[in-house]
């Protein structure tokens, strides 16, 4: 069965650039969940979907920050402008009915993430 | 504010030794206690509890929930150095329905 599949792996782009991270979940999973992975602070969840609606946004740092979900199998994370302390390891995952408690999430392979 | 702290943070053995890893937590609406290890990649799930006292066993690793002292355990025995890793414990929280990750523990085991 396939997995979660994020694109792009890596991504250098210059500070000021736009950046859109790819997710595809596993096919039938109903929740959607953006993270960050930095050294300082951990895995923080960003943003996470139920059915393709955002539920809680309360992670996404500020206003350069924006997710979507047009439909069941697809999701992007949008950087725009990016900034140097952005530079991250980006999850995408995604579980089955996640509101029960006794799914566990599943993790893309990462999209790490480097601005210049 | 949700809180998930792990220790310790790095931890250097020899192959052949056991390890403990702790998770403790302060959350509101605690659901049930995650275990993932992360290589140089995704993080890959090890072990959901829900329940206190009820041990969960998978080969050589075990974990174990407290929830009067909410904490949590997980037990590697005979390691190897394919154990290195990252081990993230997570709090699920009901009705908030997300994880709360700790900061993980760096293991490293010698050859």
């Known amino acids: 069965d396939a997995g979660v599949i994020q694109s792009p792996r890596h991504e250098v782009t210059e500070m000021g650039q736009e950046v859109t991270l790819r997710c595809k979940p596993i096919?039938?999973?109903?929740?959607l969940f953006w993270y960050r992975q930095t050294m300082m602070r951990g895995l923080e969840l960003l943003i996470y979907?139920?059915?393709?609606?955002?539920?809680?946004d309360s992670g996404m740092p500020e206003d350069r920050f924006s997710a979507k979900m047009p439909n069941a199998s697809f999701s992007t994370l949008k950087i725009q402008p990016s900034e140097p302390r952005d530079s991250a390891v980006y999850f995408c995952?995604?579980?089955?009915?996640?509101?029960?408690?006794?799914?566990?999430?599943?993790f893309g392979d990462g999209t790490r993430l480097s601005i210049l | 504010e949700d809180k998930v702290v792990q220790s310790p943070l790095s931890l250097v053995v020899h192959e052949g030794d056991t390890v403990t890893l702790n998770c403790s937590y302060e959350?509101?609406?605690?659901?049930?206690l995650l275990w993932y290890k992360q290589e140089k990649k995704a993080p890959t799930f090890l072990f959901m509890l829900?329940?206190?006292?009820i041990e969960k066993k998978s080969g050589r690793l075990s974990s174990i929930l407290d929830k009067k002292e909410l904490f949590s355990i997980l037990n590697i025995t005979a390691t190897q150095t394919g154990d290195s890793a990252i081990y993230l414990c997570?709090?699920?929280?009901?009705?908030?329905?997300?994880?709360?990750f700790g900061q993980g523990t760096r293991l490293t085991i010698n050859p």
């Open positions: 829900t329940s206190s006292g």
């Open positions: 959350v509101t609406n605690f659901r049930s």
């Open positions: 096919s039938g999973h109903d929740y």
């Open positions: 997570a709090a699920y929280l009901q009705g908030a329905q997300k994880l709360v």
């Open positions: 979907f139920n059915n393709n609606v955002p539920i809680d």
């Open positions: 995952a995604s579980s089955l009915g996640g509101g029960l408690g006794n799914q566990p999430q599943h």
